[in-house]
């Protein structure tokens, strides 16, 4: 599995573990464990809502998954969109939907999402930790101190997928 010269991933090389009744994937155990310490432990997505109220869900940037196992056990009903535009990201994410049996519930897109729609310049970790949950559409990362190279990847606009799920719910 090649997404740029500089990176080589063997999805075949991943590690697994359990959260909650899920089994996942990963390819770096540092990132996983800090991720899953956010998410599950710290739950820096916490929403304080009745189930019924939350209609739908979208995640932008979506990873390997985490996120969406942690949305999906709280909002069961929700419909949830998850948009990953890292292609080596994005196959272990769908991966990890199907061996749960959620990729006929969780829809997922290989999409930046943007202020507009088009091509966008997607800037990867090219240190040696390949930390691709730090991907982002700003040189350098969120921090601006990220060591990056860029590929270009297919992008929505963020307000056409806020019109079109509003107008379906």
Known sequence: FIIHDRIILMINGLYKSKILDFEVEYSNKAEFNNLRREIFDN????IDSNQEDIKVIIDIG??????????????????????????????????????NYLDKIISINNLAVSKSSGKSKLY????????????????????????????EVESVALERLIEEYYEKY
């Open 43 to 46: 739950q820096i997505y916490r």
């Open 62 to 99: 979506s990873h390997i998954g985490l996120s969406l196992l942690y949305f999906y056990n709280l909002f069961p009903n929700a419909k949830i969109y998850a948009y990953e535009p890292n292609l080596i990201s994005y196959e272990i994410l769908r991966q990890n939907l199907k061996r």
């Open 124 to 151: 990867i970790d090219q240190s040696d930790n390949h930390w691709f949950s730090s991907s982002s559409l700003l040189k350098n990362g969120w921090n601006g101190k990220q060591d990056s190279f860029s590929i």
